[in-house]
Nanobody, 123 residues
């Protein structure tokens, strides 16, 4: 059974930091592309960051320079370090895993999703 378990969300003030963690079980972690998406109330789910098994990350323009995605293959874990948070970063954050490693997967190509963790940034 595949499980993706996110944690680390919470309520912070603008300018503060949070680190999200996603622990994965039931898949061969180091063969999967891992990503973070987010969904704000009333909006579609949006791409945040992705990191392939080889480790070179790609970011959405809105978070580049503030967020850092990383992975620890020995721990089957992917992280999202979020600095200089803004109220517009408020959303439910989801981690996702994809076996499509030849390119950056599209959203529908992610095989597995976590339940999400709420991040709220107050102004």
């Amino acid at each position: 059974q595949v499980q993706l378990m996110e944690s680390g969300g919470g309520l912070v003030q603008a300018g503060e930091s949070l680190r999200l963690t996603c622990v994965v079980s039931g898949v061969i972690f180091d063969r999967n592309v891992m990503a973070w998406y987010r969904q704000a109330p009333g909006r579609q789910r949006d791409f945040v960051a992705v990191i392939p098994p080889g480790g070179k990350a790609t970011y959405a323009r809105s978070v580049k320079g503030r967020f850092t995605i990383s992975r620890d293959n020995a721990k089957n874990t992917v992280y999202l370090q979020m600095n200089s948070l803004k109220p517009e970063d408020t959303a439910v954050y989801y981690c996702a895993a994809s076996g499509v490693v030849a390119a950056i997967p599209l959203e529908y190509e992610y095989d597995y999703w976590g339940q999400g963790t709420q991040v709220t940034v107050s102004s």
